[in-house]
């Protein structure tokens, strides 16, 4: 074999053994990557969860899917030992299913309600009180109607309070209201005592 045939193929193989090294490291790379993102994902918590949702673009459809969100929230944020930025922005995301007439009231600008919330899950820590369950009526059970010509829904919840071995459940009635982009807030809720409204949610 001539010194040139040697040249070339001695130039090939080198050729050949650089490309093996580049493909091995975009595979150690790629699986490195997999591998992350799957321990990222194993380690995502509630509220990792809950942050990430696109409450603009990916709103809840039913009032009971947002009351449902509405639970969810509020059963991380009183359960949840919280860095303040992540407390914000939970409440962040609380107060986008709020109607803007719930909203514009004083008593729930964003300091006064910041300020209540922290109070209210202090106070539940110090007597040792969770949120274990929450319950809320199916969408067939919903009742609809209009309120000065708006869409509005009443959705019933029952959720059960943990404090220490004692347990409680509270039932509570949401006022939904459809807005101007026909997406369902919540207006307001309160205590409800009802017999056949309680039964609505029991049944679930």
Do not use: H
Not at 143 to 150: A, Q, S, T
């Amino acid at each position: 074999m001539d010194k040139k045939n040697k040249k070339i193929i001695r130039t090939f193989t080198i050729m050949i053994c650089i490309a093996a090294v580049i493909l091995a490291g975009f595979y150690y790379i790629s699986r490195e990557d997999g591998e992350n993102t799957a321990v990222s994902s194993e380690n995502e918590t509630e509220v990792d969860k809950l942050l990430g949702k696109d409450l603009d673009d990916k709103y809840p459809e039913t009032p009971v899917e947002v009351v449902k969100m509405y639970w969810r929230i509020n059963k991380c944020i009183y359960n949840t030992s919280l860095k303040d930025e992540e407390f914000d922005g939970l409440l962040k995301q609380l107060r986008k299913m709020y109607d803007e007439e719930l909203l514009n009231d004083d008593d729930n600008s964003w300091k006064a309600m910041s300020d209540r919330l922290k109070k209210d899950k202090a106070e539940y820590a110090e007597d040792k009180k969770t949120i274990s369950t929450y319950t809320v009526e199916q969408n067939s059970s919903v009742k609809y109607g209009k309120v000065d010509g708006k869409d509005c829904a009443t959705v019933i919840t029952a959720t059960m309070i943990k404090k220490k071995t004692e347990r409680s459940i509270v039932y509570e009635k949401f006022l939904c209201r459809k807005d101007s982009s026909n997406n369902w807030r919540i207006l307001g809720w309160d205590i409800t005592k009802d017999k056949d409204e309680i039964a609505s949610v029991i049944s679930e």
